[in-house]
């Protein structure tokens, strides 16, 4: 027996939230799938709001994943205490709210998801991506582990997806909101892709304002982000596990437009 599970890319702004709010249900409908893992960490453009988490909760998804905004908003705080079905990255500092992987039962059996970040061209220094996922997988024997990995370079993205390579059942990527063309199924059996994209404006850079980025780029005076608005898209990836062995059988990479 096999089961569909869905990965969808980084929620942007008020559009990506609208976009998933409509799409999410039919999607899973249509695909057949058992369990949705939706990155929400740019719902409020910088960061997510626990009403914003509760509005992706409802939209369809079973876990929410964050990434290097995490604390762009700082009211989620008390909120990845609380709600076991929002996870930020399990390498921040270990005194920080929240945690990074969760055991989820469903009707097919257990499911972990760890969530990660990467190392290369971030802000700041978080623990190994490497040794924390070691850790997870040796304390946590989920047949069917899932991993987002919130990570800027491709390199290093390829390189823990091989690292882990038949010992999660599938890996992808999150951060850049560039949908990749490199969707596979590795050697060992791990579904990869990455990068799934966004969910959010279309016309805009990676989800902002258009003319805000151009305007960084030609050195003007730095303004806050804001979200751009319009015709939206969603990106994904849609991968089916062997329920027994935790393999993955296919993976396939999904765009929907408004």
């Known amino acids: 027996m096999s089961v569909n599970v869905l990965a969808v890319g980084d929620i942007a702004g008020r559009s990506g939230l609208d976009m998933l709010s409509r799409r999410l249900r039919s999607i899973i409908r249509l695909e057949n799938i058992?369990?949705?893992?939706?990155?929400?960490?740019?719902?409020?453009?910088?960061?997510?709001?626990?009403?914003?988490?509760?509005?992706?909760?409802?939209?369809?998804?079973?876990?929410?994943?964050?990434?290097?905004?995490?604390?762009?908003?700082?009211?989620?705080?008390?909120?990845?205490?609380?709600?076991?079905?929002?996870?930020?990255?399990?390498?921040?500092?270990?005194?920080?709210?929240g945690r990074g992987a969760g055991v989820f039962e469903t009707s097919f059996g257990s499911v972990l998801v760890i969530n990660l970040i990467g190392r290369c061209g971030m802000d700041f220094g978080p623990d190994n991506p490497f040794f924390e996922a070691d850790r997870i997988l040796k304390s946590n024997p989920a047949k069917l582990v899932?991993?987002?990995?919130?990570?800027?370079?491709?390199?290093?993205?390829?390189?823990?997806?091989?690292?882990?390579?038949?010992?999660?059942?599938?890996?992808?990527?999150?951060?850049?909101?560039?949908?990749?063309?490199?969707?596979?199924?590795l050697p060992r059996g791990t579904g990869y892709i990455t990068d799934l994209g966004m969910t959010g404006p279309v016309n805009s850079v990676i989800g902002v304002k258009t003319e805000m980025s151009i305007s960084m780029f030609l050195g003007n005076p730095p303004r806050r982000f804001e979200a751009a608005d319009g015709d939206a898209k969603l990106e994904c990836a849609v991968f089916e596990l062997d329920e027994e062995s935790g393999r993955c059988i296919s993976a396939r990479a999904l765009r929907i437009l408004d």
């Open 146 to 185: 899932l991993v987002d990995f919130h990570a800027e370079a491709t390199s290093e993205k390829t390189a823990l997806a091989n690292y882990l390579d038949g010992r999660v059942s599938a890996l992808w990527g999150t951060h850049t909101h560039v949908q990749t063309s490199d969707v596979c199924v």
């Open 34 to 97: 058992r369990f949705t893992v939706v990155n929400g960490e740019n719902a409020a453009g910088i960061g997510i709001t626990p009403a914003q988490a509760r509005e992706i909760l409802s939209a369809g998804a079973d876990v929410i994943t964050l990434g290097n905004h995490t604390w762009g908003r700082q009211e989620i705080c008390e909120t990845l205490d609380e709600n076991p079905y929002i996870l930020r990255p399990a390498n921040f500092a270990p005194q920080v709210p």
